[in-house]
């Protein structure tokens, strides 16, 4: 356990035994405290219009004289603050830290979800940013987890690509992903606009789900050329995934699970079609009047697979958050099939927009393709950088934190130039301060001992400890916005510390030089840190 947890746990300790001798019956919480003057604070006496007479005082004076306390005040409405002393901060950064968590959970991560009928564009930044990330603290605090990219690679649109080019007689040996990106949108448009075209793909689909050859030689090629261009750029990016499965791979699993459900009356027929037997609305529809399977029926044969061979005691899934209701009705089955006793999670987010707030696109109109996005950020960051390789690493940087920045259930709009802004919220800025602190620290050995902070160095101190608040919030949420903005606020403390102060002294023996430098080792560690739980690497210069 971390330290400030320790404390924070005597500071309970102290309160509880306090408030049950006056038969007050309350769970006392803290946050951060909002006020500079103080450090963390409880706002759970607020809703006691009144305490017993001398309790107030009594928790003021049992709490300050708690050597890591310096100041424990009551506000007038009852908002209980506390002031930490030089010794809480000098422990906090001088042991050794150990942020995993005494349950140890598995833990399964649903993101990517790529539609291999089309290239990876620049909506599909969310989802990676996001669920790489989520994997990174949930790893960081001792949680078995794994990924997989569950690729969208069965139903209607392979379907209609499939039929698309058994129309057009396009010729399969040569296909390209370039290929795949024209006809997909063509396919689709065709599919709503003309009912024959629309009807050939009904049959396809039948036929993909009896594993007809000639159609599955052609659903073959098209997910060995998607996938493996997938693969390439996600390598390339530095996203990686335990696991690459898809919808295909639960297929064969489906038939026997609708003649299961139906022999227990959990799914009926209605006007043709199979749905759940709960009563309901909208139902829940598991095979269409055509025969041909739902997004949702093949989402709970994966969970059926999952449970079987990747049990997990918490199952995560990273969407669109346009998708809600699908995962509402998903997780609805999964109590009424009784398919999972574990949690379930739809982490939703929002879409990536032009600085006018429409859908980022290229110049002609087009969509704008990750890799061309991905090239545009390399070309602004090299303006001010010649070395390559610490382009290419920036330019990830970029892409991560940019996204990560945001709150994920809101939209936001992509600016190049504010996002490699070294003076703004940026990855630019906190790869700056990072390479500082390891400037810094060259060829220097750091004990760590600190001398009286003053406010720069108080200040400092006090962000590097709230790393675990801000952590913590991340993994109650799942929002990693909240630890990228942690990063970006710890950095500002730093780079104010920095400029106020002088780090290094020809003084060898100089006790403040010592302790400032310890300041920046302490700091350096948690940027780092933040940098790992983000996915983002740090360079070694700039």
Not at 85 to 108: D, G
Not at 221 to 231: F, L, N, P, Q
Not at 468 to 477: G, M, V
Not at 522 to 537: D, H, M, P, S, W
Request: with cysteine; aromatic share 10%; net charge negative.
């Amino acid at each position: 356990m971390e330290s400030s947890k320790v404390y924070l746990k005597e500071i309970k300790t102290v309160l509880y035994e306090i408030i049950q001798q006056e038969n007050i019956d309350t769970i006392l919480n803290f946050q951060l405290s909002k006020n500079e003057e103080y450090d963390i604070q409880c706002n759970d006496f607020v809703k006691f219009k009144e305490l017993p007479s001398g309790l107030k005082t009594k928790i003021e004076d049992k709490l300050s004289a708690l050597i890591f306390i310096e100041i424990c005040s009551f506000s007038s409405n009852n908002f209980l603050n506390i002031r930490f002393s030089n010794i809480y901060f000098e422990n906090c950064l001088t042991a050794k830290q150990n942020y995993e968590k005494a349950e140890k959970k598995k833990v399964l991560l649903d993101y990517g979800g790529f539609n291999i009928g089309k290239a990876l564009h620049v909506g599909h930044i969310r989802s990676l940013n996001i669920g790489r990330s989520l994997k990174n603290c949930l790893k960081f605090v001792g949680y078995d987890v794994k990924s997989d990219i569950h690729y969208g690679d069965w139903g209607v649109q392979m379907a209609q690509i499939i039929s698309y080019i058994e129309k057009e007689n396009i010729k399969v040996q040569r296909l390209s992903i370039e290929d795949l990106d024209l006809i997909y949108p063509k396919a689709s448009k065709l599919s709503n606009e003309n009912s024959e075209f629309s009807k050939m793909v009904s049959d396809t689909l039948q036929k993909l789900n009896n594993k007809d050859k000639e159609k599955m030689d052609i659903w073959k090629k098209i997910y060995k050329i998607s996938t493996t261009e997938i693969e390439k750029i996600l390598v390339n990016l530095e996203y990686e995934f335990d696991l690459h499965y898809g919808e295909s791979d639960v297929i064969d699993l489906i038939p026997q699970l609708i003649k299961e459900y139906q022999k227990q009356k959990l799914i009926i027929t209605d006007d043709g079609a199979l749905i759940a037997n709960d009563k309901q609305d909208p139902p829940a529809i598991l095979v269409k009047s055509d025969g041909t399977f739902m997004y949702l029926t093949t989402d709970i044969a994966t969970i059926v697979s999952r449970e079987k061979d990747y049990k997990s005691d918490l199952y995560i899934y990273v969407t669109d958050q346009r998708q809600s209701f699908h995962f509402t009705q998903l997780f609805k089955m999964v109590e009424y099939l009784s398919l999972s006793n574990s949690d379930f999670r739809h982490v939703g987010f929002g879409t990536i927009n032009d600085l006018e707030g429409k859908p980022l696109k290229t110049r002609e109109g087009d969509v704008f393709k990750l890799l061309d996005l991905f090239d545009q950020i390399k070309k602004e960051v090299s303006k001010k950088n010649s070395d390559k390789k610490i382009v290419n690493t920036l330019a990830k940087s970029v892409m991560t934190y940019s996204d990560l920045a945001s709150k994920r259930t809101s939209d936001y709009s992509f600016d190049i130039e504010k996002f490699v802004n070294v003076n703004g919220k940026s990855a630019i800025y906190l790869q700056y301060s990072q390479v500082r602190a390891r400037k810094l620290l060259e060829n220097k050995e750091v004990i760590r001992k600190f001398t009286e902070f003053n406010d720069d160095e108080r200040n400092l101190a006090k962000e590097i400890i709230n790393f675990s608040f801000a952590l913590e919030r991340t993994l109650d949420t799942l929002e990693p916005h909240h630890l990228a903005e942690y990063g970006y606020a710890l950095c500002q403390k730093f780079n104010t510390f920095y400029k106020n102060n002088k780090v290094l002294s020809d003084d060898t023996d100089d006790v403040v030089s010592k302790s400032r430098i310890s300041l920046v080792d302490a700091f350096y560690e948690t940027i780092l840190i933040v940098f790992n739980c983000l996915g983002i690497e740090a360079v070694e210069s700039m």
